[in-house]
């Protein structure tokens, strides 16, 4: 659905976060901004997000912890509650202490050394699985690179980039969901699928 009225969306945003800060006893603020600028370090191609959320305050180190679970959370929440479709979640951005800077940077260097590591070995790299967002930027960081080729594979929140040699043919082992205790780490598991979408 597309978002045809942004000042309503964004009040929706308002509503939904005054009663999740009221009932979760989180120390934050927040600001939202309709049709906020897009950054200068953007990558090509980027997508401007349309509404952009901000949060601070005493709380805020909560919400950056675990990867930053708990924004991408509320983040996805107001997604589906605006009803966006996966292909417009760029429309809505979250962001708190600039976290979303650094880690665009973290992924834009993580992209130079794998495009370098790949083209040394001449085998695939997969990436750490990450949100549709940060799996679009990887796909824009290595779109330049003509002698390699970028894939999304796996499902759900274990979906990762692959980057290959242009011209690799095979299958690359996708990592197992983990089940017990620990992190999950780059374990096998079953045979990735090759599908042909980028996020």
Same mark, same amino acid.
């Given at each position: ?19 999740? %800060? #009221? ?7 927040? *600001?939202? @901004?309709?049709? &906020?600028? +897009? ?69 834009? %260097? #993580? ?7 790949? *083209?040394? @070995?001449?085998? &695939?790299? +997969? ?73």
């Amino acid at each position: 659905m597309p978002m045809t009225d942004k000042v309503a969306a964004a009040n929706q945003i308002n509503d939904f976060l005054k009663t999740i %800060l #009221a009932n979760s006893g989180l120390k934050l603020k927040y *600001r939202i @901004s309709v049709n &906020p600028p +897009l950054p200068e370090d953007a990558p090509p191609d980027a997508s401007r997000a349309e509404i952009a959320v901000d949060l601070a305050g005493p709380d805020s180190t909560l919400l950056l912890e675990r990867g930053n679970a708990l924004l991408n959370a509320l983040e996805s929440l107001s997604a589906k509650m605006l009803r966006l479709e996966s292909f417009e979640h760029d429309k809505l951005s979250f962001d708190s202490r600039n976290s979303k800077v650094a880690r665009k940077s973290e992924l834009k %260097l #993580a992209a130079e050394v794998a495009a370098e590591r790949v *083209r040394k @070995s001449g085998q &695939p790299h +997969l990436f750490a699985p990450m949100n549709s967002r940060e799996r679009r930027l990887v796909h824009l960081y290595l779109s330049q690179e003509s002698d390699l080729r970028t894939e999304s594979s796996g499902e759900g929140p274990r979906r990762a980039v692959v980057l290959y040699p242009k011209d690799f043919k095979g299958t690359v082992s996708a990592p197992a969901p983990s089940f017990g205790g620990g992190r999950g780490g780059r374990g096998g598991g079953g045979a990735m699928r090759g599908g042909r979408g980028r996020r």
